[in-house]
T-cell receptor, first 113, second 113 residues
Framework: GQQLNQSPQSMFIQEGEDVSMNCTSS?????WLWYKQEPGEGPVLLIA?????ELTSNGRLTAQFGITRKDSFLNISASIPSDVGIYFC?????????????FGQGTILTVHP | DAGVIQSPRHEVTEMGQEVTLRCKPI?????LFWYRQTMMRGLELLIY????????DSGMPEDRFSAKMPNASFSTLKIQPSEPRDSAVYFC???????????FGPGTRLTVL
């Protein structure tokens, strides 16, 4: 099936630093979504992207839908301790049935105060 | 507004026993998804429904797994008989037709001894 390569697998940063993570695919995606999962909880949607080249912000978070439609990145500016969690990219591959998302392996973010 | 509701939150059972996981989607959402999350395999889509009808069950691991959606506000995922390798966190998610944004429940952590 479709695979998403998400990197890095984990990050250890100091509070206040900026964070960048990305997802790539060998095939075209129609939609990119970014989720955050905290311990013991389900993934929570952060940002949704629908058009190639689209750049969307949600507070300190900014995400972009790559122009080739094969990648996306998520930036977190001025990180704070509550940013800790696992961040997942997810996408709707072109040609697949509606609603069927493919998820990346996740990026584990640790923020040191 | 209530989000996706799952029960139980934790389930510990012995190998061979039947396990039933329950989900109530967000009111008005017409798509419902069941996922399984493990360290080794990440988030895997098991099955999804549209308007209570199963659309794609290609992710269901084997015949021991079954899912039903008798009405728009309730779905079950059953494992019979359960095996230790079924231990995982099972998530239910729902979405609206026309949106790729899936909203996840808190999950059920299943441990099969």
């Amino acid at each position: 099936g479709q695979q998403l390569n998400q990197s890095p697998q984990s990050m250890f940063i100091q509070e206040g630093e900026d964070v960048s993570m990305n997802c790539t695919s060998s095939s075209i995606f129609n939609t990119w979504l970014w989720y955050k999962q905290e311990p013991g909880e389900g993934p929570v949607l952060l940002i949704a992207l629908y058009k190639a080249g689209e750049l969307t912000s949600n507070g300190r978070l900014t995400a972009q839908f790559g122009i080739t439609r094969k990648d996306s990145f998520l930036n977190i500016s001025a990180s704070i301790p509550s940013d800790v969690g696992i961040y997942f990219c997810a996408g709707q591959p072109g040609g697949t049935s509606y609603g069927k998302l493919t998820f990346g392996q996740g990026t584990i973010l640790t923020v040191h105060p | 507004d209530a989000g996706v509701i799952q029960s139980p939150r934790h389930e510990v059972t012995e190998m061979g026993q039947e396990v039933t996981l329950r989900c109530k989607p967000i009111s008005g959402h017409d798509y419902l998804f069941w996922y399984r999350q493990t360290m080794m395999r990440g988030l895997e889509l098991l099955i999804y429904f549209n308007n209570n009808v199963p659309i794609d069950d290609s992710g269901m691991p084997e015949d021991r797994f079954s899912a039903k959606m008798p009405n728009a506000s309730f779905s079950t995922l059953k494992i019979q008989p359960s095996e230790p390798r079924d231990s995982a966190v099972y998530f239910c998610a729902s979405s609206l037709r026309g949106s790729y944004e899936q909203f996840f429940g808190p999950g059920t952590r299943l441990t099969v001894l």
